[in-house]
């Protein structure tokens, strides 16, 4: 049986790793991380940093990537318009999936039921079918799916493995810099990344062009309280 481990290089899917790495054969154990080319450079080293301290490979799973993507559909991913998730990382995800031929595989992933309304349903176990191809059926497994955030952090804690730096600076999430899910305490952090703030601008002027009119990653009331907190001057 391979375990295929879902990596974010956030809290839950470390805690998941660490869990799995307690229970089960290192060689049984199959991290993977779909690259969505839109993260932020502590997500990208963290990663390298639990391949260094666990001794493990994490199978990178290429995405075309944030910006080819908004660019190839014309269109900038926001709350209500979640595609980025299935293009850039379940897709390449099942597409990995299939290639592999396993005899007996699980994917385990990081979800809580306290996330969310929508993951207060989530089950241990689930056999989930592919929206992509048909006869993909992901056997999936969720060790931590009843844990609070306060005992995943202290896990990871307690097992000696630092946290993504982002958590640090007090971004709620990891993933893609910046997510179109984000909430305002997350964007009041964002206003001051320079750097992220120009990459994002600089794409949504290009979407903005392509389609001949004024698009934004984030939506009016909460593009309007980024710009009112970012001291970046504005490129667009
Ligand atoms: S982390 Fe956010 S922006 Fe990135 S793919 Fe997921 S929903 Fe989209």
Known sequence: MKYIVSISGGKDSTACLLYMLERVKKENIIPVFCDT??????????????????????????????????KRIKCLPNHFKRFCTKELKTKPFHKWLKKQNFDEFKVVEGIRKEESLARSEAEVFEIKKSYFYKDLFIPTFRPIVEWSKEKVFEY??????????????????????????????????FANEDKYLKRMRELEKEISELVGKQVRFFEERRDKFLRTKSLFKEVV
């Open 156 to 189: 990871i804690k307690n097992k000696g493995i630092k946290l993504n730096p982002l958590y640090k600076k007090g971004y709620s999430r990891v993933g893609c810099f910046p997510c179109v899910f984000w909430n305002k305490h997350d964007l009041l952090l």
């Open 37 to 70: 080319k839109w993260e932020a450079d502590e997500t990208y080293e963290y990663l390298d940093y639990l391949q260094r301290k666990l001794d493990i490979e994490i199978i990178r799973i290429e995405s075309e990537g944030m910006e080819k993507l908004v």
